[in-house]
């Protein structure tokens, strides 16, 4: 099993930039795909992004394609979303979630996920 604890979230004006990180527990957080999804109110929980475990591999939503920046530190048991010239389309929820056995888009692939982390972009 893994634990994830989403931060990094918070209050920003169109055009500025927030870094969030999903710290996880345990030893074998290498092993894990990790994904980044948003849920904003009175809408769908989306995929946002995901990194295969070397993190070799990433695939973004073409919304967020070239503003946000996936990578992770296994090392530190830690993935990162950068997100930059943020839009207020991109206020929502933000949630980190792992899995053991696919490198996927889909929600429903995701075993683990963390609590999210609120993010607010201002117009």
């Known amino acids: 099993q893994v634990q994830l604890v989403e931060s990094g979230g918070g209050l920003v004006q169109a055009g500025g930039s927030l870094r969030l990180s999903c710290a996880a527990s345990?030893?074998?957080?290498?092993?894990?795909?990790i994904g980044w999804f948003r849920q904003a109110p009175g809408k769908e929980r989306e995929f946002v992004s995901v990194?295969?475990?070397?993190?070799?591999?990433?695939a973004y939503v073409d919304s967020v394609k070239g503003r946000f920046t996936i990578s992770r530190d296994n090392a530190k048991n830690t993935v990162y979303l950068q997100m930059n010239s943020l839009k207020p389309e991109d206020t929502a929820v933000y949630y980190c979630?792992?899995?053991?056995?696919?490198?996927?888009?889909?929600?429903?692939?995701?075993?683990?996920w963390g609590q999210g982390t609120q993010v607010t972009v201002s117009s």
């Open positions: 345990g030893r074998t957080f290498s092993s894990y795909t």
């Open positions: 990194i295969s475990r070397s993190g070799a591999n990433t």
């Open positions: 979630a792992a899995d053991r056995k696919y490198y996927s888009e889909k929600v429903y692939e995701y075993d683990y």
